[in-house]
Every structure is written in C-alpha cells, then in structure tokens.
C-alpha cells in the first residue's frame, strides 16, 4: 500500500510552478542566498504536472519558505515589476505605455506625465500672477507717489511769499508729476492687454458706459486696476495653492513609487490610492489658501504660502492630523461645557 502511494502521481497547477520559478530566478539575481533543499524542491517538480506526493508537499514546502525569505516582496509586486504589461488597448500603449514595459514602470510613467502636465500649468498660471502683479504693484507706487506731490504741491500754491527755492520746487515736482503719468498711462496699457488676454474678451456694456462717462480718464484705469486686482487675489489664494498641492502630492507619489519599485513592492491597487492621495494634495493646498490674509501683494509674502501649499500637498497626513487636532479640542471644550 506504501509503495503504491509513492507511485501515485497527483496534479501540481504549472502556474505555480511558473510562480515558484519566478521567485526563484528573482532570488538568484538578486543574491539572496536559497537553501539547497529549497532549490531541489522547487527544481524537481519543474516541466511537469504530475509528480508524486513526496514530491508536491516537498515544493509547497519548498515554495512556503522561498516567499518568506524575499519578503517584503510578494508574488503580486513581483509580477508587476517584471512582467510585461500588455492588458491595454493599443491606443493606450500609443499614448501612455509602452507594452514591453511592467505594470509598475508604467505606472511611474502616467504618473510622470501627469506631473508634468501640472508642472506646465503651474508655470503659465504662475508667470501670469506674477506679470499682473508687478504691474499692479507699479501702478499702486506711482498713484501713492502722485499723491503725495499733488498734496505738496498744494501747499506750496498756498503759501502767500514764495521764495525762489519754493518755485524751483514746485517745478521740480510739476516734472515728476509729468513723468509719473506717463509711467502711469503704460502701466495702464500694459494691464489692459493682460486683462484683455486672461478674460478673453470684455464686457461691451462696460465699455460703453464708460466712454459716456465724464471722468472717462479717471474711471477707466481705475477700473482696469480693480479688476486686475480681483483675478490676481483669485489666482493667489486659490488657483495657485491648489495647483502647488496638486504638484507636492505628485512629488510624494514619484517618489514612491520609485521606492516600491527598487524594492519590487508596487502592487496595482496602490495606483488608486495615489490618484487618491493627488486629488487630496490639492484640497490641501486649496485649504493653506484659506488661512492666507491678502494683505500684500510683494513677491516675499507670496512666496511663503506657496511653499506651505507644496508641504501641504507632499505630506496630507501632516495638515489632516493637525485640523483632527483642532476638532478635537472643540469637540473636548464643548463636552466640558456641557
């Protein structure tokens, strides 16, 4: 009866089989030392299906204790990392993969496009803010210096004996005034044409109402002004820190997926999650926005919100552990009150 047990062949699945020699042949590149026995029960039973049942209990044996000795990489990581993708129709190949490629390079891949993608959009929105802003800021500069002339020159009309100095004076500050309009009148023009180009057109009604308008010269820039305002404080608090989050999450995600796939762990639900993690860095950076006051406009200033946006949107478990923080000391003060 021993005997016929030893002859009986049973049924080994080749796709086990063809997993245990993949980890095999992983194992051997990488040099990782195999036990000898582990390698002949996994070696045996190889280029057949029917083997013998001291043959099959010594490869799963065999094949228990190779997957232990390469963890943390799995059969699942593995296959993603070595094996071609190919699942894909061939448009998709076109654009985003290439089908010699593994799962998880072309994973890195889209993710790779996608940061460049927001990188490109980042840029123009960013060189756009700042266009706007510096001449904004000389617009501002130059009304405030106006200004000030304008209320020095009236005091020195007022003075009943002028004196020779106060004449020189009173024309020194007619020239400047001369020169700030002309500053003026092309900073003017300058934020017209980049109004023009981020609103795509204007509102003919407006325009209308304001070449019947008396103080036309008045009303006019100062209107374009206001406005150029506005789309800059959008682009601050909002378009730009959403964008630098969005930028600081891809950052997280390049990188590791770049360290799963050193360490041949990337799995394919973890493409989820990282799209996941993308949409949340925006909001993160989105929210940073919130906490910002829009008191200045210098490039200083600015430059600090960014930068959280980006920390925001590379590290969300940072901001969502401080605001579960926040809610928590709410939550505690109002049950104490209770």
Known sequence: MENYEQRASYFLDSQVVSDAMLYLNFAVQKGINIDKDVIDGIIAVSGSKDVTREQKNSFYSAYNRLGKALQPTDLESLKEATRPYKENPRWYHYFYCE???????????????????????????QVTWFYGNIIVDEVNRVSLKTQEDRMELTKLSMKEKKSADDTYRATIIKLEMQDLAQKYMASYLALKNWLKV?????????????????????????????????????????????????????????????IEINKLTYKREASAAYFSRIVLGGLSGLAIGWFIEPSS??????????????????????????????INAFTVSASKHK
């Open 99 to 125: 089908p010699e490629k593994s799962r998880a390079i072309n994973a890195l891949i889209q993710f790779r496009d996608l940061t460049c993608v927001f990188l490109v959009v980042l840029i123009i929105v």
């Open 198 to 258: 981020i609103l795509f057109r204007q509102d003919e009604s407006v325009n209308r109402t304001i070449a019947a308008h008396k103080d036309r010269e008045i009303l006019e820039p100062l209107i374009v002004v206001k406005k150029s305002q506005y789309i800059i404080q959008v682009l601050q608090l909002y378009i730009l820190p959403l964008l630098y989050g969005l930028i600081g999450a891809c950052a997280y995600v390049l990188r590791a997926i770049t």
């Open 297 to 326: 406009h210098s490039m200083v200033t600015s430059l600090s919100p960014f930068a959280l946006a980006f920390v925001a949107g590379y590290s969300v478990e940072l901001l969502f552990s401080i605001i579960d923080r926040i």
